[in-house]
Structures are given as C-alpha cells and as structure tokens.
C-alpha cells in the first residue's frame, strides 16, 4: 500500500467548536502553521457560524487568510447554510463542506432545519460555489448512527445521498459524527453510496473515536479505497452529551499507522508530535488523547517507513 492518503486536519474547527474555552488566534495561527510545516496538506481551520452561537469560531475569515498564505496548504471550512457559504468563499477558502444530518431530529435539534429545507441550503450553496470555483462537499453527518434516534436507515443514508447530489454536491463524507460506527458497517455504507452516487465522489471518512473504534473504522475504509480521512490533532474535542468521552480520531495515531502500513501521507510524524506543545500550552487543562503521544516511536520506526 503505497498508495497516497489525505489526511485532513479538523481539529481546529471539530475539536475547538466542541470545547468550551476559546483558543486565541496566535495560537490557532502557530498549531496551523507548525502542522502545514509537519506536511498535513489541508486543514479545516474553522467553521463559518455566526459568532453569537460559536465564540470559538469567531476569527475563522483571519485565519482563511492567514491559512491561504502556507503554500500547498489546503484550506477548508465548514459552513452551516447558505450565508456561510457566502462568507466562506468572501474570506477565500479552497473549500468549503456543509454538514447533513442523516437523523432529523438531530437536523431540527442543531440547526433547527428539517431534511427538505437543508437540501435548500445545499442547493444554494453548491451554486455559491460553483460561482466561485470552490469545491463543494457535503458531510453526511450522524451516518452511523444517531444520540437521540439511535440507528440511522442506511436506506436513508443512501436516499439523501442521492438527493444532495442532485442539489449540487461535488464530494461527499461519511460522518461518524457521534462514534457510533463498526469497521463492518463501514464497509457497507461506504459501499452503498459508492453504487448511488459514483465511487468518485465519496472519498473520505470522518471518523471520531469516542468507543476507540477510530483506527478499525479507518483501516475498514482504507480497503475500500476512501483516500481522505479527517483526523483531529490530540484527539481535540469530545461529545457535548457524553461527559469525558474522547473526541475525534487522533491524528497522531492515524498518521503512525499510514506511515507505518507504507500509505504515503507526506507527514513527518516526529515533527507532528511537537505540534501537541502548542495545544497543552494554549489550552491548559483540557485534555489531549492518543497513544502514539505516550509511548512514542517504535525502535524500527524509521526502517518502517522507508520500506
Ligand atoms: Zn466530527
């Protein structure tokens, strides 16, 4: 497997929105930077929701600008609706992605939107994007299963798969918004989609590791050949409904078992675990996950990869 992997940093957005203390923009700056220069290749710096609801989020255009500087760097941002897909292409993304809620109820709980009004938010921002030349995926969020229905129809995955489609999605992600994914159902659903909408446009999986199934659930998509694999630095984050649970899956693990299985992700992974250092400095007390962090390195680590 030689093959190249994406990962895609999404703990700057994911991981901070889902903390309470707000991280100052230096800091944001430093991690984004240090981790561009560790080789991650995209980044998802921040998320375009209105500031009153998201403090944590609230300097995300400075650092679409900063982040649009660091030649290579892919950078994306999550947007809500179509007014944030307006202020994501102002401030200058590459790209831009709109959570989906497979589950309705969890749709109407968080964004206050049935499945019908945010294929209209999808539709309008797909052709914000379009306009813009900016690529336009659509995160099929709580995919796996949900925290208020419990399991999601992978019939209905598959249905409104088909239908943001239609309403202009170039790419889509498998979302394990809530940890509730198997490496089995991962096969599955991703080849359900794969057969409705084109093996093309589904390539990536978000995956979280609130059960510790993160690095199983990946490896389950790797071999269904998914190429992207969002991944938060730290495993930054966590679950608002479910006190101490972990947050998304560490990058730091994800990055040593790519390098390691011979994936070519183009990051250097010594210089990935100094990144941490800024995260404890700029949020003390909030705790950071991973196993590769603890125990470091295998002795043979560097032969590994240059097989
Ligand atoms: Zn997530």
Known sequence: MSQK?????????????????????EAKKAWIRAEAEAGVR????????????????????ELVAFAREIKGLNVVALVPNAKGAARAVEAGVHGMSIPFSMSETHSIRNVRKDHLAMLAEIAASAQIAREASVHFAVGLATAFGCTIEGAVSEDAVVRLAVAAAEAGAMEFSLSDTTGYADPAQVTRLVRKVRAAVGADKLTTLHLHNTRG???????????????????SLGGLGGCPYAPGASGNLVTEDLVLMLNAMGCDTGIDLERLLEVRKILSAALSGEPLYGFTPEAGLMLDYPERIAR
Do not use: C, H, W, Y
């Open 42 to 61: 995209e980044i998802e710096v921040g998320s375009f929701v209105p500031a009153s609801l998201l403090p944590q989020m609230a300097d995300t255009a």
């Open 213 to 231: 199934l993160g690095l199983a659930n990946a490896l389950a998509g790797l071999n269904e050949g998914i190429t992207t694999i969002d991944s």
């Open 5 to 25: 992997i994406l990962v895609s940093e999404v703990g700057p957005r994911d991981g901070l929105q889902s903390i309470k203390a707000v991280m100052p923009l």
